[in-house]
């Protein structure tokens, strides 16, 4: 697993908090401690799957493409990670062996079940919920 997905959630919600102004990738990777090269590359990526825009010019920068209420993290991993399998199953067990025959068929099932869980609860959280919990650990602090 690498950082893409929780990077590119990062960015999302810095740019929900900027509340409409647009942010340069060089603010944003200010923010996430990165260099501005994979925030352009994430935002590129965000943008094909429009969650994203951008406006040119003096004082332009990355958008959210829609509200923040309406990104779900699975959104964000649909984006980010269009190829994720979480549990890559061994592509050669041994079939002459009855668990080796029959261990992908098996838990391939169970990791599918998985997966369905995983995706349901991404869609129950959206970038907007994340500004909204940072803000309140913020006034917290």
């Known amino acids: 697993m690498n950082t893409r997905f929780s990077v590119a959630t990062h960015i999302l919600t810095f740019l929900q908090s900027q509340e409409g102004s647009p942010a340069s990738s060089e603010l944003i990777a200010s923010s996430v401690n990165t260099n501005p090269t994979l925030i ?46 979480a549990f890559p199953l061994h592509q050669q067990p041994n079939p002459q062996c009855p668990v080796g025959r029959n261990i992908n068929k098996v838990l391939s099932r169970r990791l599918t079940e998985v997966q369905t869980a995983m995706e349901h609860e991404l869609s129950r959280t959206t970038i907007a919920d994340l500004a909204t919990d940072i803000f309140e650990f913020n006034s917290a602090v």
Do not use: Y
């Open 40 to 85: 352009r590359r994430l935002l590129s990526q965000l943008a094909k799957a429009g969650l994203t825009t951008s406006q040119m010019g003096s004082g332009g920068g990355a958008l959210l493409a829609r509200s923040g209420s309406s990104i779900t993290l699975l959104d964000v991993h649909r984006a980010i990670d269009e190829e994720f399998v």
